[in-house]
Each structure stands twice: as structure tokens, then as C-alpha cells.
Nanobody
Framework: QVRLVESGGGLVQAGGSLRLSCAGSGINFKIATMNWYRQAPGKQRDMVASIGNDGTTTYIDSVKGRFTISRNNAWNTVHLQMTNLQPDDTAVYYC?????????WGQGTQVTVSS
């Protein structure tokens, strides 16, 4: 059974930083592309950042230069370092992978940025 568990969310003031972590199990982690999504109240869930099994990263424009996605295959973890957080970054953040044609999601972690 694939399991993704996020941690590291919280409340931070604008301009602050947070580091999200996602621990994966039940998959061959080193071959999986790992993604971070977020969903704000009343909005759709959007992908924020992605890291391939070769370390290639992609980001949505609004977080480029502020967020960094990384992975540690030895520990089956993926991280999202978020800096210069803004109120528009407030959302539930989800870890995701598509593994053998199935989508797997973590339970989500709340990030709240106050102005």
C-alpha cells in the first residue's frame, strides 16, 4: 500500500519561511516523480512544484525563486522549502505521486500566511 505523509505546515507571517516534508512508503521511491500541490479554500487543487527521478524540477511561475523542491531517495522523502511566503500562499499542501497509473495523495498539511 502506497502511503504519503506530509509534515511541516503551520502559521507564519508574510515574508517568513516553512519547510514541508513528505515521507513515502510502499513505492520504489527513487523512480517516482514527486509533486507538491496546494488547494486554497474555494479553489481547485494546483500543482506547485515537481521533481523527477533524475532531479529535474519544475515550478509554477508564482513560486519561482521562492520555493525549492528537493528529494532524498535514501530516506524516501521529498521536501518543499518555502521562503518569502505571502498570504496568497495560504492553502492545504499535498504530496502526490502517480505510480503505476494510480494517483496517490497525502493527507495534506495546512499552511497559513498572515499579512
Amino acid at each position: 500500500q502506497v502511503r504519503l505523509v506530509e509534515s511541516g505546515g503551520g502559521l507564519v507571517q508574510a515574508g517568513g519561511s516553512l519547510r514541508l516534508s513528505c515521507a513515502g512508503s510502499g513505492i520504489n521511491f527513487k523512480i517516482a516523480t514527486m509533486n507538491w500541490y496546494r488547494q486554497a479554500p474555494g479553489k481547485q487543487r494546483d500543482m506547485v512544484a515537481s521533481i523527477g527521478n533524475d532531479g529535474t524540477t519544475t515550478y509554477i511561475d508564482s513560486v519561482k525563486g521562492r520555493f525549492t523542491i528537493s528529494r532524498n531517495n535514501a530516506w524516501n522523502t521529498v521536501h518543499l522549502q518555502m521562503t518569502n511566503l505571502q498570504p496568497d500562499d495560504t492553502a492545504v499542501y499535498y504530496c502526490h505521486t502517480r505510480y503505476y497509473s494510480n494517483d496517490w495523495w497525502g493527507q495534506g498539511t495546512q499552511v497559513t500566511v498572515s499579512s
